[in-house]
C-alpha cells in the first residue's frame, strides 16, 4: 500500500492550495481518508477527513471554512483544497486511510503517505 501525496509548495498568506493523495493497492472507497499535518516541534494535528460513506467531510475547526476535502474514487485520489492560508498553517501535511468510527484520531489510521510540505510566508 502507498498513498502518495503532493502540491506542497511556498505560497503568500492568502493564497491557495491544492494537495492530492493518490493511493495504491488500497481502494480509497473502502476507506476514510483523513488529512494530518505537523508543524516542528508539535504534535501532528488533524486537518479533516472524507468520509468513505461520501458523505460531507469533517474539518477541524482550525481549518473549517477555508480548506475542504473532495474525493474521486475512480482514480483513487482525495483532495484537500486550502484557501486563505496563514503563516499558522506551515506544516507538513500527510493523507492517511482508515476504516475506524475514530476519525480524527491519528492513530487509528493505519496507512500513512510521506508527507508533503506546505510554507506559508507572511
Known amino acids: 500500500v502507498q498513498l502518495q501525496a503532493s502540491g506542497g509548495g511556498l505560497v503568500q498568506a492568502g493564497g491557495s492550495l491544492r494537495l492530492s493523495c493518490t493511493a495504491s493497492?488500497?481502494?480509497?472507497?473502502?476507506?476514510?481518508m483523513g488529512w494530518f499535518r505537523q508543524a516542528p516541534g508539535k504534535e501532528r494535528e488533524f486537518v479533516g477527513v472524507s468520509r468513505r460513506s461520501g458523505s460531507t467531510a469533517v474539518l477541524s475547526d482550525a481549518v473549517k471554512g477555508r480548506f475542504t476535502i473532495s474525493r474521486e474514487n475512480l482514480k483513487n485520489t482525495v483532495y484537500l483544497r486550502m484557501n486563505g492560508l496563514k503563516p499558522e498553517d506551515t506544516a507538513v501535511y500527510y493523507c492517511?486511510?482508515?476504516?475506524?468510527?475514530?476519525?480524527?484520531?491519528?492513530?487509528?489510521?493505519?496507512?500513512w503517505g510521506q508527507g508533503t510540505l506546505v510554507t506559508v510566508s507572511s
Open positions: 493497492g488500497l481502494r480509497i472507497s473502502n476507506y476514510h
Open positions: 492517511a486511510a482508515s476504516t475506524s468510527v475514530m476519525l480524527s484520531a491519528p492513530s487509528y489510521y493505519g496507512y
